[in-house]
């Protein structure tokens, strides 16, 4: 299968996770859209399923480590800036991002402060939120028979939070098993909506 039919196939897939798929192409996808995590298995004949990870729990992370580490209070919109900044999986990066100044009141003065964040100060503060992210894939790989089909095909992760720096690596070297980035991945979704309902007849089993 060419990378256009297994991105399309991805979007349409993802769509309507509890259907079969239209395609033999056995893989597993973890989305990162929307307010909820969800692992899904996507398989060819067989039930799919999705595991819940957890809401928003990254920018719940770097909210609280700013308040605990820097005494800063900070809103979701300045954690999600951080988060795109210098979000990262890893400690250690090939291309690390320089610093991010961080503005916003102290929380025992309520006076305007600037403090800057590192990379490696994120990563450490997501390292739970990603940990529950790798036990819930390994969950999903637990309930499926074709184990194999899919480590060999790898794992392909959408959503803005597919765009953490360094989180296909650190899944890939810490599971064992390939992990993409769904080309596009913030409009991944998207993409295959559009096309399953210009398409209805070859996807009506997307339509409830």
Request: hydrophobic content about 40%.
């Amino acid at each position: 299968m060419d990378a256009e039919k297994r991105r399309d196939l991805y979007g349409h897939t993802v769509l309507c996770p509890n259907r079969k798929t239209y395609s033999s192409l056995r893989l597993l996808s973890l989305d990162f859209t929307g307010l909820f995590r969800f692992v899904f298995i996507i398989l060819y004949g067989h039930s799919n399923k999705s595991i819940r990870i957890a809401g928003d729990d990254l920018t719940d992370d770097i909210q609280e480590y700013m308040r605990h580490q820097h005494n800063i209070r900070i809103g979701e919109r300045t954690a999600e800036q951080i988060k795109i900044h210098v979000g990262s999986a890893l400690s250690e990066l090939d291309e690390p991002p320089a610093d991010f100044i961080v503005q916003g009141p102290n929380q025992m003065t309520s006076l305007p402060v600037e403090v800057p964040v590192s990379y490696q100060e994120i990563a450490h503060c997501l390292e739970k939120s990603i940990s529950k992210i790798e036990i819930a894939i390994l969950g999903a790989l637990e309930q499926t028979e074709l184990y194999a089909d899919i480590v060999n095909k790898g794992i392909y992760l959408a959503g803005g939070g597919a765009l953490l720096r360094g989180l296909d690596k650190r899944l890939t070297d810490k599971l064992n098993i390939p992990f993409h980035i769904a080309e596009d991945p913030l409009r991944a979704v998207a993409r295959g909506t559009g096309i399953a309902l210009k398409n209805v007849d070859k996807f009506s089993f997307l339509i409830r």
